[in-house]
Protein backbone atom coordinates (compact mmCIF):
# COMPACT_ATOMS: atom_id res chain seq x y z
CA UNK A 1 0.00 0.00 0.00
CA UNK A 2 1.14 3.13 -0.90
CA UNK A 3 1.35 5.40 1.68
CA UNK A 4 3.49 9.20 1.82
CA UNK A 5 3.72 11.14 5.48
CA UNK A 6 5.06 14.38 5.72
CA UNK A 7 6.63 16.04 8.35
CA UNK A 8 8.63 18.96 10.02
CA UNK A 9 6.13 21.54 9.96
CA UNK A 10 5.80 24.34 12.31
CA UNK A 11 5.48 28.08 13.40
CA UNK A 12 8.83 29.88 12.66
CA UNK A 13 9.76 33.64 12.52
CA UNK A 14 10.12 35.16 8.94
CA UNK A 15 14.04 34.42 7.79
CA UNK A 16 14.12 31.45 10.07
CA UNK A 17 14.41 27.51 8.49
CA UNK A 18 12.50 24.17 7.77
CA UNK A 19 12.84 21.12 6.59
CA UNK A 20 9.79 19.01 5.49
CA UNK A 21 10.00 15.40 5.28
CA UNK A 22 8.29 13.59 3.34
CA UNK A 23 8.38 9.40 4.66
CA UNK A 24 6.89 7.06 1.70
CA UNK A 25 6.49 3.75 2.50
CA UNK A 26 5.38 1.00 -0.73
CA UNK A 27 7.03 2.07 -3.55
CA UNK A 28 10.59 3.36 -3.71
CA UNK A 29 11.19 6.87 -3.95
CA UNK A 30 13.58 6.39 -6.30
CA UNK A 31 11.44 5.18 -9.13
CA UNK A 32 9.15 7.99 -9.13
CA UNK A 33 9.19 11.61 -9.44
CA UNK A 34 8.43 13.05 -5.81
CA UNK A 35 6.70 16.75 -6.18
CA UNK A 36 5.87 19.16 -2.68
CA UNK A 37 2.70 21.21 -3.32
CA UNK A 38 1.37 23.92 -0.85
CA UNK A 39 -2.17 25.43 -0.39
CA UNK A 40 -2.40 28.48 1.47
CA UNK A 41 -5.89 29.43 3.08
CA UNK A 42 -8.56 30.46 0.20
CA UNK A 43 -6.01 30.15 -2.27
CA UNK A 44 -5.75 26.88 -4.40
CA UNK A 45 -3.10 23.79 -3.76
CA UNK A 46 0.17 25.09 -6.24
CA UNK A 47 3.36 23.10 -7.34
CA UNK A 48 6.78 24.02 -5.17
CA UNK A 49 9.22 21.60 -6.37
CA UNK A 50 9.91 18.14 -7.93
CA UNK A 51 12.53 15.86 -7.86
CA UNK A 52 13.05 12.81 -10.71
CA UNK A 53 14.02 9.52 -10.83
CA UNK A 54 17.27 10.75 -11.98
CA UNK A 55 17.79 13.18 -9.13
CA UNK A 56 16.59 16.36 -11.29
CA UNK A 57 14.61 19.10 -9.72
CA UNK A 58 12.67 21.91 -10.79
CA UNK A 59 10.81 24.52 -8.77
CA UNK A 60 7.74 25.93 -9.97
CA UNK A 61 7.13 29.40 -8.13
CA UNK A 62 9.89 31.98 -8.93
CA UNK A 63 9.25 33.38 -5.23
CA UNK A 64 10.74 30.00 -3.73
CA UNK A 65 13.82 29.88 -6.24
CA UNK A 66 16.77 30.11 -4.67
CA UNK A 67 15.48 29.87 -0.84
CA UNK A 68 14.03 25.75 -1.76
CA UNK A 69 16.02 22.96 -2.00
CA UNK A 70 14.16 19.33 -3.24
CA UNK A 71 16.64 16.17 -2.09
CA UNK A 72 15.92 11.86 -1.79
CA UNK A 73 17.40 10.15 0.93
CA UNK A 74 17.16 6.38 -0.77
CA UNK A 75 18.29 4.35 1.96
CA UNK A 76 15.31 6.04 4.13
CA UNK A 77 13.38 6.41 1.20
CA UNK A 78 12.56 9.97 2.34
CA UNK A 79 12.34 13.30 0.49
CA UNK A 80 13.36 16.39 1.86
CA UNK A 81 11.95 20.62 1.38
CA UNK A 82 14.71 22.71 3.02
CA UNK A 83 13.47 25.68 3.24
CA UNK A 84 15.78 28.99 3.89
CA UNK A 85 14.75 32.20 4.54
CA UNK A 86 11.05 31.91 4.66
CA UNK A 87 8.46 34.47 4.44
CA UNK A 88 5.42 34.67 5.62
CA UNK A 89 3.94 34.28 2.31
CA UNK A 90 5.05 30.79 2.54
CA UNK A 91 2.39 29.80 5.02
CA UNK A 92 0.66 27.11 3.68
CA UNK A 93 -0.01 23.55 4.33
CA UNK A 94 2.67 21.33 2.14
CA UNK A 95 1.74 18.12 0.84
CA UNK A 96 3.90 15.21 -0.78
CA UNK A 97 2.94 13.53 -3.64
CA UNK A 98 4.24 10.33 -5.99
CA UNK A 99 3.92 10.87 -9.51
CA UNK A 100 2.80 8.47 -12.16
CA UNK A 101 6.22 8.75 -14.30
CA UNK A 102 9.81 8.96 -13.36
CA UNK A 103 10.29 12.74 -14.70
CA UNK A 104 8.93 16.22 -13.72
CA UNK A 105 7.41 18.40 -16.00
CA UNK A 106 7.93 21.46 -16.89
CA UNK A 107 4.64 22.49 -15.46
CA UNK A 108 3.27 20.65 -11.51
CA UNK A 109 0.19 19.41 -12.37
CA UNK A 110 -1.80 17.47 -9.79
CA UNK A 111 -3.38 14.70 -12.65
CA UNK A 112 0.51 13.97 -13.00
CA UNK A 113 0.93 12.20 -9.27
CA UNK A 114 -1.45 9.62 -8.02
CA UNK A 115 -0.41 9.73 -3.92
CA UNK A 116 -0.91 12.18 -1.54
CA UNK A 117 0.28 13.10 2.17
CA UNK A 118 -1.76 14.22 4.82
CA UNK A 119 0.43 17.50 4.58
CA UNK A 120 2.10 19.59 7.10
CA UNK A 121 1.35 22.93 8.12
CA UNK A 122 4.09 25.30 8.28
CA UNK A 123 2.95 29.08 9.24
CA UNK A 124 5.69 31.95 9.09
CA UNK A 125 4.78 34.36 11.71
CA UNK A 126 6.70 37.37 13.82
Not at 58 to 77: E, F, P, Q, W
Not at 117 to 126: A, C, E, H, K, R
Request: glycine share 12%; proline share 3%.
Amino acid sequence: QVQLVESGGGLVQPGESLRLSCSASGFNVDYYAIGWFRQAPGKEREGVSCISRSGGSLHYDDSVKGRLTISRDNAKNTVYLQMNHLKPEDTAVYYCAKGKYPVCFASQDNTDYDSWGQGTQVTVSS
